[in-house]
């Protein structure tokens, strides 16, 4: 499946400073297509943990995994990253993103700029990431890249607005895993 994977949100302020961007990947454990989906390897490596060493490598320093499973839980720190327990209601498969995003942020008011990784998106970049960063403020201050908002329209429900940047991505490094197939795809191109 092919779809955006970049989301990139400035919650109060414009500020890129290092101490007050967080890194937030949504891992819940109930996947129906694939079961526990973030932690089947691609290239030997777990979903989870590219997408913990795809930020690491873009010097984005708190990363956080939003998860309701303890075998997430135990992936996310084994590669470096912090759990954060996520609500049963959060963690369904009808509930959209916003709302772990939400819960996320209600319990962290220090984070004003937020990136939010799919662990599904084995193909993201490093460079990609910091691309999106400085498009926050360049050419123009904008509220978010890619689908992005400030904090005030996060609360609102929203992740974007009229007010926001991309950073355009290849076909091939926009394929999410959603499936089987999608996971052998994902092997033969790393």
């Known amino acids: 499946m ?3 994977v ?9 500020s890129t400073k290092s101490q007050d961007i967080g890194v937030l990947i949504l891992a819940r454990g109930g996947s129906k297509g694939i079961p526990l989906k973030n932690l089947q ?3 030997g490596i777990s979903l989870l943990c590219r997408a913990i060493i795809t930020a690491r490598r873009s010097d984005l320093k708190q990363v956080v995994v939003s ?24 963690a369904t498969d009808w509930a959209p993103s916003i709302w772990g995003v939400q819960e ?7 984070i004003n700029t937020l990136v939010l990784i799919q662990a ?11 691309l999106a960063l400085n498009k ?7 509220d978010c890249v890619f689908s992005v908002a400030r904090r005030t329209i996060l609360e609102k429900g ?25 996971l052998l795809i994902a092997n033969a191109l790393i």
């Open 2 to 4: 092919l779809c955006s």
């Open 6 to 14: 970049l989301v990139f949100l400035s919650l109060s302020i414009l």
């Open 41 to 43: 390897t691609v290239g």
């Open 67 to 90: 998860t309701d499973h303890p075998l997430i839980a135990l992936e996310a720190v084994t590669c470096g990253a912090t759990p954060f327990k996520r609500s049963k209601v959060t």
């Open 104 to 110: 996320y942020l209600w319990s962290n008011s220090e």
């Open 120 to 130: 599904t998106s084995p193909l993201t970049k490093p460079s990609q990431l910091r």
């Open 136 to 142: 926050l403020n360049i050419p123009k201050p904008v």
């Open 158 to 182: 929203l992740f974007q607005n009229n007010n926001c940047s991309v950073v355009e991505m290849s076909v091939v490094e926009s394929l999410e895993v959603d499936s089987y197939s999608d």
